[in-house]
Nanobody
Framework: QVKLVESGGGSVQAGESLRLSCQLT????????MGWFRQSPGGQRQAVAV???????IYAPSAQGRFTVSKGGAKNTLTLQMDRLKPEDTALYYC????????????????????WGSGTQVTVSS
């Protein structure tokens, strides 16, 4: 059974950095598309950055140029390096994975993702 566990959230000041990690267990993660999504209270779950079915990083406009997503490592980990954080980045961040080999901007649609972690909170104060 696929299990996703996020870590690395916290509270920072605007302009600072955080690094999130997601560890996938239970399957060969190379067969999966994985990505980071976030959700604010009362809002919809939205894409932040994913590694698509071709292994290409795809970013939401809000993350482009500030965040870096990468996949790999011995422990089946997806990481999100977040730099120059802004108060509007405050949200609960989820790691998601899917069997579907979605590519390009289609990989940013959370409806394609079937497995989710429980989330890690990121709070950015001004």
């Amino acid at each position: 059974q696929v299990k996703l566990v996020e870590s690395g959230g916290g509270s920072v000041q605007a302009g600072e950095s955080l690094r999130l990690s997601c560890q996938l267990t239970g399957m060969n993660y190379d067969a999966y598309v994985m990505g980071w999504f976030r959700q604010s209270p009362g809002g919809q779950r939205q894409a932040v950055a994913v590694v698509d079915g071709d292994g290409t990083p795809i970013y939401a406009p809000s993350a482009q140029g500030r965040f870096t997503v990468s996949k790999g490592g011995a422990k089946n980990t997806l990481t999100l390096q977040m730099d120059r954080l802004k108060p509007e980045d405050t949200a609960l961040y989820y790691c998601g994975s899917t069997f579907y080999r979605v590519r390009g901007t289609y990989a940013l649609d959370p409806d394609h993702y079937k497995n989710w972690g429980s989330g890690t909170q990121v709070t950015v104060s001004s």
